[in-house]
């Protein structure tokens, strides 16, 4: 930034030097920002503050008021998504672009954003944020005439400056809301005749100052081209692309609604193929979709993560986050690396909470809602439901305690609004580096409940067994296959001279486990949960002090009576009732001559 924010209001007249110092001053005394100072005293008003700004970074400024956008612009983006990412494209610009309008200039991800849905460069224009609102809620909802809108010949009454690719946006377009995206946008030209962009000039409506790309106003790039501007060592384009060059992009928000309206559960996004989702435990290919290619999907999962998760992944090469799709639903999002290309996985998250009834749990788990205190763990295979039974089992707690409850998840997948109980959600990454360091802490802050997403080490294990014995009641899940498995699992991690006494906290702490897997239903609709309930009575405690957890399932058995199910017994269950098909549960079940025997094939 070559000009402070009072320089250019008094180089632009709009300011004396007097008043600019006057301004200074009651920006010392009352701690507040200059421009709003400036606003306040009245001295200008909050559009020249704006436009200002612009200059100071380089940035052209736009009038967002309805007269100046373009509505064939605007139409490329839904309003759900523009409010939400509070962005707008409002011109066409020269070849493959689009000017957007933004009220953050540092708002990089809405400009990727921009460019995965409508397939054009996005350069960004600074707006006033009222006005950008104003014309967000202006904005038609018939989004579906955007590819067309992309293609077709456009007439902008304020015509479009632009700078070049601004603030990290995806060299590359993509097409419009669809799946394809042919030619391109003809270009609006500048008022002075050649489309060259003045960045820090207003665009649109009347109003004083204009700087150039850079910041300064003496017009050195005034006579610069829109390539000259873009990059200086850029060399020129070798022609126009012909109508039949085609380019391809993934629409993910499409992709995803697919996935919701199918009832799946899962999207793989994967180079090579195209986009895949998991229905009833099947992978099953999207119809009409183009072969993933590794550009395309950099430009669509990097179109819905922050800077900060941008640099997080190329750091590490992994991501979890969180997306939302307006309306529709969450996700859970794992974006990685492989074969020098990138992949993911997003997990639907619905947003209502089942109560555990409904998922096919048995009621009995709810029991472990209302205890005082203790470690109760929920376990099975990656997909097996875990997370959805345990947002159940902290929804019970919300609505029938007042209780101080704190979750660490990563990502925060479920959203739980306050109701008898107080709930507060941390985010691994965002507000939080790691299990274990939320742990340290969360002691200091008066939880009754604490939910861990996932006890992935010694330290995590370590604290929440030390949460349990010291009065709170803890929740984690652990990728165990049953409860005897669960208890050697949490003791194993511990060095050997530890073992013994872990064991002894482990038996003192542990009030059960549940352990659950999906198995798809005989019908074909959907998928069934088949469930083992361990509770650690004094037997049980006895066991796991003594190291004899392979005696444990005799105990679950025989355990009816306080609430205990075999994993067995369950299957058995679901297959006398017609739920699902013999030969299905028995590649499931612990013991094929107990599971016959119940299922009455002995």
């Known amino acids: ?99 957007v309008a933004l009220a953050d200039p540092a708002n990089t991800a809405a400009l990727a954003r921009v460019t995965a849905i409508t397939g054009l460069e996005a350069h960004a224009a600074l707006a006033v944020r009222d006005t950008l609102l104003g014309a967000i809620e202006h904005l038609a909802d018939a989004s579906d005439a955007a590819v067309g809108a992309a293609a077709a010949p456009v007439s902008s009454p304020g015509g479009l400056f632009r700078e070049g690719p601004a603030n990290g946006a995806p060299a590359t377009p993509g097409p419009a809301n669809g799946r394809h995206a042919t030619g391109q946008a003809p270009a609006v030209e500048a008022p002075n005749g050649h489309g060259d962009f003045n960045g820090g000039g207003p665009i649109g409506g009347s109003t004083n100052g204009h700087a150039n790309g850079n910041g300064s106003a003496d017009g050195t790039y005034a006579g610069l081209s829109p390539a000259d501007l873009l990059d200086a060592s850029a060399p020129a384009e070798e022609g126009p692309r012909l109508a039949y060059e085609e380019e391809l992009v993934l629409d993910l928000d499409a992709a995803l609604t697919e996935l919701i309206s199918r009832g799946g559960s899962d999207l793989h996004l994967t180079a090579g193929i195209p986009p895949a989702v998991r229905v009833h435990g099947e992978l099953e290919h999207l119809a009409g979709y183009p072969v993933c290619e590794p550009d395309m999907l950099r430009n669509a999962l990097y179109s819905i993560m922050t800077q900060k998760q941008r640099e997080a992944f190329e750091n590490e090469l992994e991501l979890d986050m969180s997306y939302t799709l307006p309306g529709q639903g969450r996700f859970r999002v794992n974006v990685f690396q492989q074969r020098e290309s990138i992949g993911s996985v997003m997990r639907m998250i619905p947003f209502e909470i089942k109560p555990l009834e409904d998922l096919g749990v048995p009621a009995q ?27 159940s089992i902290i929804d019970i707690i919300n609505r029938e305690r007042a209780s101080h409850i704190m979750t660490v998840e990563d990502p925060i997948e479920f959203l739980h609004s306050h109701k008898k109980s107080v709930v507060n959600q941390r985010e691994l990454g965002t507000d939080t580096h790691s299990f274990a360091q939320a742990l340290k802490h969360v002691l200091r802050q008066d939880p009754d409940v604490i939910l861990v997403g996932e006890m992935r080490d ?31 699992r949490v003791i194993d991690v511990f060095p050997p001279h530890q073992q013994e006494q872990v064991r002894v906290m482990l038996a003192t702490a542990l009030n059960g486990v549940v352990t659950q897997q999906l198995l798809k239903r005989s019908d074909g609709q959907g998928r069934a949960v088949a469930v083992e309930i ?16 392979h005696q444990m399932y005799s105990s679950i058995q025989a355990g009816k009576q306080h609430g205990m199910v075999a994993m067995d017994q369950s299957l058995a269950d ?29």
């Open 458 to 488: 010694l330290e995590t294990i370590q604290l929440a067994i030390t949460a349990a014995e010291t009065g709170h009641l803890v929740f984690g899940t652990l990728h165990t296959q049953d409860a005897p498995q669960t208890v050697d």
């Open 1 to 99: 930034m070559s000009q402070g924010l009072g320089q250019v209001l008094v180089q632009q007249g709009l300011l004396t030097p007097e008043s600019l110092a006057t301004a200074e001053r009651a920006q010392v005394e009352h701690g507040m920002s200059l421009g709003k100072a400036l606003v306040q005293m009245q001295m200008v008003s909050e559009s020249q503050i704006v436009e200002a700004v612009a200059t100071t970074i380089g940035m052209p400024f736009v009038d967002a008021s309805p007269g100046f956008v373009d509505p064939m612009a605007a139409g490329l983006m839904p309003r759900d998504i523009a409010r939400e990412m509070l962005a707008l494209p409002v011109q066409f610009g020269e070849g493959n672009s689009v000017l």
């Open 365 to 391: 788990v709810s029991n472990f809602a209302f205890m005082p205190r203790g470690l109760v763990l929920v376990t099975g295979p990656t997909g097996s439901g875990k997370s959805t039974t345990l947002a």
């Open 574 to 602: 679901l297959v006398n009732k017609g739920i699902i098909t013999y030969n299905h549960a028995l590649e499931r079940c612990a013991s094929v001559p107990d599971f016959n025997r119940l299922c009455g094939r002995a």
């Open 534 to 549: 361990m509770v650690a009575t004094s037997a049980i405690r006895n066991l796991i002090r003594e190291g004899k957890t």
